[in-house]
């Protein structure tokens, strides 16, 4: 069975340019994660989505974050414009329900803002 | 604030050492998991835990509701085990992710 897919895995841009990062996660996990992680510090969540709804996007910089998964199943995070401090791992999880299940975490999109 | 603290940091063992590493968290939580984190970024769940211990192998985990500490034991280590792990207790529906011990094991 495949993992969580993310793409691209890769990317710079230069700042006040769009970016958009897509995950594809596990056939069946209805809980989909997008996390920021900065270098030597440990997951954030950024939003936490049950089937198609936003249960928490509290930490979402909605200024220039936003982020959709229309049919409950993939995923898409957008930065528009990014900034030099965006510069992270993106990192996207899945789980079969609520957080007290195993989350499965994709390989991560690494965003270099130049 | 931090939320969760883990310690050590940074560990370095010499193949077949044990190993402990700590979590204390101030959050009231309902569950906790330990993660193993490799270097290129990829995540693996080892644990979900809510009360007593567990065993996988060579990794053995412990929790402590009342006193929300946690630890994570390995025995016999082996340069495989080299990585970053992670606590993250499950606080009102998130997971509140630590820091991360950094584990260099040496053969």
């Known amino acids: 069975e495949a993992g969580v897919v993310q793409s691209p895995r890769y990317k710079i841009i230069e700042k006040k340019q769009p970016v958009a990062f897509w995950c594809n996660p596990i056939?069946?996990?209805?809980?989909l994660y997008w996390y920021l992680q900065n270098l030597g510090q440990g997951p954030e969540l950024l939003i936490r989505?049950?089937?198609?709804?936003?249960?928490?996007d509290s930490q979402l910089p909605k200024d220039r974050f936003s982020a959709e998964r229309l049919k409950g199943v993939d995923s898409t995070l957008k930065i528009q414009p990014a900034e030099l401090g965006d510069s992270a791992v993106y990192l996207c999880?899945?789980?079969?329900?609520?957080?007290?299940?195993?989350?499965?975490f994709g390989p991560g999109t690494r965003l270099t803002v130049t | 604030k931090n939320e969760v603290e883990q310690s050590p940091q940074n560990l370095t063992a010499q193949e077949g050492e044990f190993i402990t590493i700590n979590c204390s968290y101030s959050?009231?939580?309902?569950?906790l998991h330990w993660l193993q984190q490799h270097p290129g970024g990829g995540i693996v769940s080892l644990f979900m835990?809510?009360?007593g211990k567990k065993k996988h192998g060579r990794l053995i985990a412990t929790i402590n509701i009342q006193e929300k500490h946690s630890s994570l034991h390995i025995t016999a280590s082996h340069p495989r085990d080299s990585a970053v792990y992670i606590c993250?207790?499950?606080?009102?529906?998130?997971?509140?992710f630590g820091k991360g011990t950094k584990l260099s094991v040496k053969p």
């Open positions: 993250a207790p499950l606080d009102q529906g998130n997971l509140i």
């Open positions: 959050v009231g939580i309902s569950a």
């Open positions: 989505y049950e089937n198609e709804e936003a249960v928490d």
């Open positions: 999880a899945s789980s079969l329900g609520p957080p007290a299940y195993e989350q499965y």
């Open positions: 835990l809510s009360s």
């Open positions: 056939s069946g996990h209805n809980t």
